[in-house]
């Protein structure tokens, strides 16, 4: 596309003024923008697909873990019984809620500078 802008720019006639000159450059720049759109829309696309991946992975271990321990009781001597797997799974959904967001973290530690490389060629 750059190619194509620069070809058109070339057609400018030397001298141009009003909207023989806006027009091409006008067009240039929305055609730059879309095209920077869309390579920005593919990069985020891949950050969505590690969100629900990296969601998957905390609500499976939430619950495979949480199934395990909410059940959880004691019986006393007395006869009493006392619950406390609910209370580990509180630590169980924090646990997982936290690992969520090092798992969306570590996606976005990668996808940010992708876009920013996009629009300021910071590492190249």
Do not use: C
């Not at 920077?36 to 619950?63: F, Q």
């Not at 006869?79 to 570590?106: L, P």
Request: proline share 3%; net charge negative; no cysteine.
């Amino acid at each position: 596309e750059s190619r194509y802008i620069d070809l058109s720019l070339e057609e400018i006639p030397k001298g141009a003024h009003g909207s023989e000159l806006t027009n091409p450059i006008n067009k240039a720049g929305t055609a730059l923008g879309v095209m920077s759109s869309i390579r920005e829309d593919v990069i985020n696309d891949g950050r969505m697909a590690g969100y629900s991946e990296a969601d998957w992975k905390s609500k499976l271990a939430y619950h495979v873990i949480g199934g395990a321990v909410t059940p959880m009781y004691f019986t006393t001597a007395g006869g009493v019984s006392i619950a406390f797997g609910d209370s580990i799974q509180r630590g169980v959904d924090t646990w997982a809620w936290e690992w969520g967001n090092r798992m969306k973290g570590e996606i976005d530690a990668k996808v940010n500078p992708q876009i920013a490389d996009e629009y300021l060629s910071v590492n190249t």
